[in-house]
C-alpha cells in the first residue's frame, strides 16, 4: 500500500517569506547550519506521519470541517534547539486562534491513528537545520506579523538528495 509523508502547516505570505531568508543570510554564519529552501519555510501545526491514502482522505475531510476565525501571528522570537539542531523563528506569545488549530487537528489525528508527541506545541519555523553545535544567535530585533487566513496538508517528499513541502489541500479560516 502507497504511503504519504504528510502534516498540517500555515505557509508565509510571499513577502515575509523573502524578508526572512534575506534577514537569514546576514543572521547568521553559513557554518551554522544548512538553510532550509525558501518555499519549504512554514509552521507545522500537526504532524501526520506515513499515512495510507484512506487515512489521508479521512483526515482531510476531519480539517474540512473546521471553522475558526482568522488570527493574526507576529514572528518575534528565535531559538537553537541543539539536539535536533534546529535554528527556529516563531511568536513570544501564541496567539489563542493558533493555539486552538493545532489543537483541534492534533486530537483529529490522534483518534484518526497517528501518533501524536506528548510533547507541548512549540510553534517554530524551521530556519536552519544540522545545527547541532553553539549557534551565536542575533538580537532578536524583528518583528514580521501577518494575518493567518488558511492552513494546509503538506506532502514531504525527499528526492535527489532534497526535501520538498508542497501543499496539497488548503482551507480557508473564516470569521
Ligand atoms: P521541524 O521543522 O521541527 O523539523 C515536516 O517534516 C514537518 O513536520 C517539519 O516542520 C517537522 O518539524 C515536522 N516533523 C517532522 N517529524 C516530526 C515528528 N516526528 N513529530 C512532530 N513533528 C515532526
Redo the contacts with the bound molecule.
Sequence with gaps: MSTRRL?F?IGLPPTIQQEIIAWRATAFDAEAGRPVAAANL?L?LA?LGEISAVKATDISRLAGRIRQPPFSLAIDDAGHWPR?G?VWLGPRQSPRGLVQLAELLRSQAARSGCYQ?PLPFHP?I?LLRNATRPVAMPPRNFHWQFDVTEFSLWQ?TFSQGRTR?NIVESWPLTA
Design positions: 502534516f502547516g512554514h507545522t504532524f535536533p534546529v508527541s517554530h524551521s514531504s513541502y
